[in-house]
């Protein structure tokens, strides 16, 4: 993969680049939040590495300021904060996963292979009613046009096009999307099943919905 680390901290940052560099990733690095805009608007990566305190930005602000740039590239946040309501904040403003300070090298370096992984999950374009999800551009098209995806947004967006018409319980789009550590809190899917609504409509998918299904999920069809 072909990773961006924006740290502050140099001796995290050396430490991040060279772990990373030797399992064979090409690293850039970033020390402050205003150069990781500019790298990351510039450079296709496959994933950002952010940490949440920077000494010219919020990391959060960092992150909405690129998602609304429309740089939708993975993004996993390093948070010394790790109160669930600040976990939230931080996938709400656009992070598709979080680890909390100090954290295990290996366990990094599992997310970022899984995130990588949800990607490349289900190969080619994929077609319910008249919306086509691709996976390649990691995007919805529809009759008035595409909408790009975050990467949690086309992980749920992958298990319901790749099921249309099955009933998907809310604990089923949650691993897929964000693995068992969430299992408390499904709400989540809740949340982001709206924003998958939000952009059928922007596509002008009229003949398609996600539909819930009292007390157990949620399920993609045509419209009664």
């Not at 949440?52 to 602000?61: E, I, Q």
């Not at 010394?80 to 600040?86: F, H, P, V």
């Not at 009759?143 to 249309?164: K, N, Q, Y």
Request: aromatic share 6%; proline share 3%; charged share 30%.
């Amino acid at each position: 993969m072909r990773l961006l680390v924006v740290e502050d901290e140099p001796k995290m940052a050396r430490m991040l680049q060279q772990g990373l560099s030797e399992e064979g990733h090409q690293v850039d690095v970033c020390l402050c939040g205003g150069d990781a805009e500019v790298k990351a608007r510039a450079v296709s990566y496959d994933a950002v590495v952010l940490d949440w305190s920077l000494p010219d930005a919020d990391g959060v602000c960092v992150l909405q300021n690129l998602r609304a740039g429309g740089v939708h590239t993975p993004v996993l946040m390093l948070t010394a904060r790790g109160s669930i309501g600040e976990r939230i904040t931080g996938l709400r403003a656009g992070a598709d996963d979080y680890l909390v300070k100090p954290f295990d090298f290996e366990e990094l370096l599992a997310r970022l292979e899984a995130l990588s992984r949800r990607a490349l999950r289900y190969g080619g374009p994929r077609r319910v009613g008249s919306v086509e999800l691709d996976a390649g551009r990691r995007e919805l098209r529809g009759p008035a046009g595409a909408s790009a995806l975050t990467a949690r947004e086309f992980s749920l967006a992958s298990e319901l096009f790749a099921r249309p018409g099955e009933v998907l319980t809310r604990k089923q789009l949650l691993q897929a999307a964000w693995g068992a550590e969430f299992e408390r809190t499904q709400n989540l899917v809740d949340v982001y099943i709206g924003y998958l609504r939000a952009k059928l409509l922007e596509i002008g998918a009229r003949d398609l919905e996600i539909g819930a299904v009292r007390r157990v999920g949620y399920r993609l069809g045509a419209k009664a």
